[in-house]
């Protein structure tokens, strides 16, 4: 069974700070990697989607990806509020039509 | 900025009914998929579809489940027999393509939201 693992937190951050999110994965061969924000009732919304090994930022994000350890990250700087959310990481495989499959999330409080 | 549609936002149903949840996803896009969250769950996947059929779909799909691309926009999931099991969001998504890249990139639609009673 293909797995992706996450800590499931809750990860408490003050405001200002930042918070850092890892996620490892089974499964060697995977090929896309992506960071998805879930609000509670809410549906998935992408952050990130990450594809070579390294850093790849944009905005208050940075992704990390290292296919050689089976790990990518999520780093948030200057956490503020609105963050406060679950942060899911999917990958998809090679031999996949697409198929996404799902971390369990890390939920992430930023307190004011 | 183009997003995907769902309706309707919450369904509620009696076991052993038939549900039909409709999308509509990205104009452009080619792939189109369905998720569910059990509640306090993982996103789980249920089926990819390409060119008007089935590319891939999971253990959860089995033949009370089936999708349609009834016209040249909606894409629909039907429950035939509606089990409490069932009961989850359904989350329907899109992509322009498959491969590595940008055009793999899945945007998800709001959800709708099924209880089965």
């Known amino acids: 069974q293909k797995e992706v693992e996450q800590n499931s937190g809750p990860l408490s951050v003050p405001e200002g700070a930042i918070a850092s999110l890892n996620c490892t994965y089974s499964?060697?061969?995977?090929?896309?990697f992506f960071w998805y924000r879930q609000y509670s009732g809410k549906s998935p919304e992408l952050i990130m989607s990450?594809?070579?090994?390294g850093d790849k930022e944009d905005g208050r994000f940075t992704a990390q990806l290292n296919k050689a350890s089976q790990y990518v990250s999520l780093l948030i700087r200057d956490s503020q509020p609105s963050d406060s959310a679950t942060y899911l990481c999917?990958?998809?495989?090679?031999?996949?039509?697409?198929?996404?499959?799902f971390g369990a999330g890390t939920q992430v409080v930023v307190t004011p | 900025e183009p997003e995907v549609t769902q309706t309707p936002s919450h369904q509620v149903t009696q076991m052993g009914q038939e549900v039909i949840l409709r999308c509509v996803p990205i104009?452009?896009?080619?792939?189109f998929y369905w998720y569910r969250q059990i509640l306090g769950q993982k996103v789980e996947f249920l089926v990819s579809?390409?060119?008007?059929?089935?590319?891939?779909k999971s253990e959860i799909f089995d033949d009370q489940f089936s999708v349609e691309r009834p016209d040249g926009s909606n894409f629909t999931l039907k429950i035939r027999s509606t089990k409490l099991e069932d009961s989850a969001m359904y989350f329907c998504?899109?992509?322009?393509?498959?491969?590595?890249?940008?055009?793999?990139?899945?945007?998800f639609g709001p959800g709708t939201r099924l209880t089965v009673l």
């Open positions: 499964d060697r061969v995977s090929q896309s």
């Open positions: 999917a990958l998809r495989g090679t031999d996949s039509w697409g198929k996404l499959q």
């Open positions: 990450i594809y070579s090994n």
């Open positions: 104009s452009n896009h080619l792939y």
């Open positions: 998504a899109s992509s322009e393509a498959r491969s590595s890249g940008r055009t793999d990139t899945q945007y």
């Open positions: 579809f390409y060119n008007n059929e089935i590319s891939e």
